[in-house]
């Protein structure tokens, strides 16, 4: 396009990792990578090297179990150490050159006495051997499988294969220990519930006790209300009895106060319990000093034994308990009439005495 200057051409990749300044992210990803191509290409050690030939030089198979994660060990019928692949000499301690040497010298791991009985089992019955969870020094615990590798016709030579169990182990160990804590709990939870039903039992027991209870309250209830409406009845009738009775007591007094002559009533212990205005004018006594006093104790100006021996008898029902009369000369010698009557209950009987006591001088 005209009047448009072309760009610069963009520096090669390696001209931009090489010269100073700061780099983009893109430029430190391509330095990084060309530094891991630097190591991967590296020399192997002379001993690495060899060993890695070695290995490559051989067949399929055996490359497969030499590399293989899992220690194998090949046992020949003599019991010499046919072959340890490199798993197996990390883990029991052998070099290449322990090749050819016998079982029981090279002592594999402190394993000699048992890696030699199981390829003794296996090569003469033909069949696996298993050992289990055998500890290998701090490495873990492996099962040990004899395995015979001969044709039948010979005992023929015998594997080894090391399993490692520690981790299974150790799930085992920890599901066992979860187990047990799960027995436990359910245990626990076991006596929880038969707590709780237990609970729910005396729950439901006391919640009938409480109908019950609830029931004869209500009947107790009934029986109050009832109860009550009588008492309610008995205090309206006592209520108008006790008017009534007031209305007689009034209506009584103002005919007792209304006589000319002194009236006195007693009661059985001879106290006085009525005392009108003609006696309190007679013997300037007022009412309020007299109510509840024995009558003997008294002044009436009259001889005392003589008035209250009639009361006495009338009250002990000694004779006829009938009015009598009986004329008394007072302490200024005027002659007086004292009337004893008996007071009588609703039912008969004398519950006390009426004095009436008259002046004969009038």
């Known amino acids: 396009m005209p009047g448009v200057e072309p760009a610069p051409p963009r520096p090669a990749t390696s001209d931009r990792l090489s010269r100073p300044g700061p780099l983009t992210r893109r430029d430190r990803r391509f330095r990084a ?62 070099a290449e050159d322990d090749v050819g040497r016998a079982l029981g010298e090279l002592d594999p791991g402190g394993l ?27 490495a873990g615990r492996f099962d040990v ?20 169990v520690t981790a ?37 027991s006391t919640n009938e006790e409480l109908r ?27 209520d108008r009895r006790t008017a009534e009775a007031d209305r007689m007591s009034a209506f009584l007094g103002s005919i007792i106060d209304g006589l000319a002559a002194a009236v006195v009533v007693v009661d059985v212990d001879q106290r006085v319990r009525a005392w009108n205005e003609q ?14 006093r024995p009558l003997a104790q008294l002044d009436l100006h009259l001889p005392m034994e003589v008035v209250t021996r009639p009361v006495r008898s009338m009250l002990a029902g000694e004779g006829a308990p009938e009015p009598r009369a009986s004329s008394l000369d007072d302490d200024e010698g005027r002659p007086v009439t004292v009337t004893y009557a008996p007071l009588r209950g609703s ?16």
């Open 212 to 238: 019950a209870s609830n029931a004869e309250l209500e009947v107790m209830n009934e029986e109050l209300a009832a109860a009550n409406v009588e008492l309610s009845a008995i205090k309206v009738e006592l």
């Open 112 to 138: 000699a006495s048992l890696l030699a009985t199981a390829v003794g089992e296996a090569a003469g019955t033909r069949a696996t051997v298993v050992r289990r969870a055998v500890a290998v020094g701090e």
């Open 33 to 94: 990578l060309g530094a891991r191509r630097t190591r991967w290409s590296d020399p192997l050690p002379p001993a690495a090297a060899e060993e890695e030939d070695d290995v490559a030089s051989r067949g399929p198979a055996a490359r497969a179990v030499e590399l293989s994660v899992a220690p194998h060990l090949i046992i020949d019928e003599g019991g010499h150490l046919v072959t340890a692949n490199r798993s197996a000499r990390t883990l029991l301690g052998l």
């Open 168 to 204: 299974a182990e150790r799930t085992q160990s920890a599901l066992d220990e979860s187990n047990e804590v799960l027995a436990r709990l359910d245990e626990e939870l076991d006596a929880a519930n038969d707590q709780l039903q237990a609970t729910v039992h005396e729950l439901q």
């Open 145 to 164: 499988h004899a395995v015979p590798l001969g044709d039948g016709a010979s005992h023929g030579a015998v594997l080894l294969a090391f399993v490692d």
């Open 347 to 362: 039912d008969g009987t004398v519950e006390g005495a009426v004095l009436i006591v008259a002046s004969d001088s009038a």
């Open 279 to 292: 006696a309190s004018r007679l013997w300037d006594r007022s009412r309020g000093d007299v109510l509840g």
